[in-house]
């Protein structure tokens, strides 16, 4: 593997994980990166390792350096398994004794993690470490994403180590944003909408602290995907923008079906959405992969949700959604219930409860059609699909 020194004495040592393909739960079609930092001024030091099966190659990297014993210190800037996995082997590798530098929930995740002791120093933030020509600055990033989580950065070079924050699910030839353009913001999007809109309030005061701070931000390194170097400012831009969570008019109907009624249905309100200019799309959770259907929730502002009644319940598919889609929390969205039933005839009613739950603005009605669609039938779905058009666009 080829080791990109991305400033002067500065290392990616990371590694690609070019087979991944569901990061727990979120569909990684171009695999994943673990990116992890090596300094090498007066003291030499790690920042976060890899997820453990990538260990050997990431030992490899490090070795092609610097011997890495010749390493002083490690900073922990997140717990997670996918930074932290190589964290034992390497102190091993090292020397056990050697201080891991993180937050006071670092010290206290990776305890309970890992069982063994290490030499956990807890930083405070905005307490400052010199190096030799450089000082790292950590500022603690609590619940971005997890309660561990810190930035650490480099002051002189002006080089912030993000951690989560700013990442992408993305393995590829390149390796700045330069390199690939715009087509990296899907991935960051996807990547913002199943990891970090739950904590979308605590970024927008994070990006205020930033500024109190003053903190100047030449390249943004986070621990996934590609680094920013050309234009750092665009992605927090982007992170402002899609925490502040102003849906487009917008809408998506996300739906199962068993015999086909319900997707009769999806797809006769998504006619009624554009008849009235509202661009939409039917997403079958058969044939869409949930982290997906949740990137297009982000900036829709209606979600409509479908199901066929199954056992006096919900087809497992559509729970398995609600539950996802509940736990990131998104904001300011119309909801809408819909579905074909049989007899009983419950799921309209608990996909009602659940969009509510989540605190969705729900349409007066939903919609329920026994057994299969007629003419009269699809002629009510489209109306549906207006009125739900007409509710986005007052
Ligand atoms: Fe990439 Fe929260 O771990």
């Given at each position: 593997?080829?080791l990109?020194?991305?400033a002067?004495?500065i290392?990616?040592?990371?590694v ?8 727990h739960g979120y569909?990684?079609y171009?695999?994943t ?7 090498v001024?007066e003291?030499?030091v790690l920042?976060?390792?890899?997820k ?7 030992i490899e990297?490090?070795s ?6 010749k390493?002083?210190?490690v900073?922990s800037?997140?717990t ?7 964290l034992?082997?390497?102190m ?6 050697k201080p891991v530098?993180c ?13 063994t ?7 405070d933030?905005g ?8 000082t ?6 609590r ?6 989580s810190m930035f650490?950065y480099?002051?002189?070079?002006k080089?912030l ?11 590829g030839?390149e390796?700045y944003?330069?390199?690939i353009g715009?087509?990296?913001?899907p991935?960051a999007?996807?990547?913002f909408?199943?990891?970090?809109l ?6 927008l ?5 930033v ?15 590609i680094l920013w170097?050309?234009?750092?400012g665009?992605?927090i ?5 899609w925490s ?6 917008k809408?998506?109907?996300?739906y199962?079906?068993?015999w086909?009624?319900t997707r009769?249905?999806?797809e006769?309100i998504?006619e009624?959405?554009i008849?009235e200019g ?8 058969r044939?869409?992969?949930r982290s997906d ?6 900036d ?7 199901s066929?009644?199954?056992n006096?319940?919900l087809y497992p598919?559509?729970s398995?959604?609600l539950?996802?889609?509940k736990?990131?929390?998104p ?5 809408g219930?819909f579905?074909?039933?049989?007899w009983s005839g419950?799921?309209v009613?608990?996909i ?8 969705f ?8 059609i026994q057994y299969?669609?007629d003419?009269?039938?699809m002629?009510?779905c ?5 009125k739900?058009a007409k509710?986005?666009?007052?």
């Amino acid at each position: 593997m080829k080791l990109v020194e991305i400033a002067k004495g500065i290392y990616d040592v990371g590694v690609k994980d070019w087979n991944i393909r569901d990061f727990h739960g979120y569909s990684t079609y171009q695999g994943t990166t673990y990116n992890a930092f090596l300094i090498v001024d007066e003291k030499v030091v790690l920042i976060d390792t890899v997820k453990k099966e990538f260990t050997d190659q990431f030992i490899e990297n490090i070795s092609a350096i610097v011997d890495p014993r010749k390493i002083d210190f490690v900073i922990s800037n997140h717990t997670e398994m996918d930074h932290s996995g190589g964290l034992q082997r390497v102190m091993h590798r090292i020397g056990e004794e050697k201080p891991v530098f993180c937050s006071k929930m670092g010290a206290k995740n990776l305890s309970l993690h890992y069982g063994t002791k290490m030499n956990y120093q807890v930083v405070d933030s905005g307490s400052e470490m010199k190096i030799g020509a450089r000082t790292l600055q950590f500022l603690e990033t609590r619940m971005l994403h997890w309660p561990d989580s810190m930035f650490t950065y480099l002051k002189e070079d002006k080089i912030l180590f993000s951690s989560d924050a700013f990442g992408q699910h993305y393995a590829g030839h390149e390796k700045y944003d330069d390199e690939i353009g715009d087509a990296i913001m899907p991935h960051a999007g996807k990547y913002f909408a199943n990891i970090l809109l739950p904590y979308a309030p605590l970024i927008l005061k994070l990006v205020d602290e930033v500024v109190r701070l003053g903190l100047e931000i030449k390249m943004i390194c986070p621990d996934h995907g590609i680094l920013w170097r050309k234009d750092p400012g665009k992605i927090i831009n982007a992170y402002v923008a899609w925490s502040k969570q102003n849906p487009e008019n917008k809408a998506v109907v996300v739906y199962d079906t068993m015999w086909q009624s319900t997707r009769k249905m999806a797809e006769a309100i998504v006619e009624g959405l554009i008849s009235e200019g509202v661009p939409a799309q039917p997403l079958n959770l058969r044939n869409s992969h949930r982290s997906d259907v949740m990137t297009e929730v982000m900036d829709a502002k209606a979600v409509i949700v479908g199901s066929p009644t199954l056992n006096n319940g919900l087809y497992p598919t559509v729970s398995d959604f609600l539950t996802y889609m509940k736990g990131l929390k998104p904001q300011n969205k119309i909801g809408g219930a819909f579905g074909s039933f049989g007899w009983s005839g419950e799921s309209v009613k608990l996909i009602h409860a659940e969009l509510e739950a989540m605190r969705f603005r729900m349409m007066d009605a939903d919609l329920k059609i026994q057994y299969v669609p007629d003419g009269a039938g699809m002629e009510t779905c489209i109306e549906y699909g207006r009125k739900i058009a007409k509710a986005i666009k007052s």
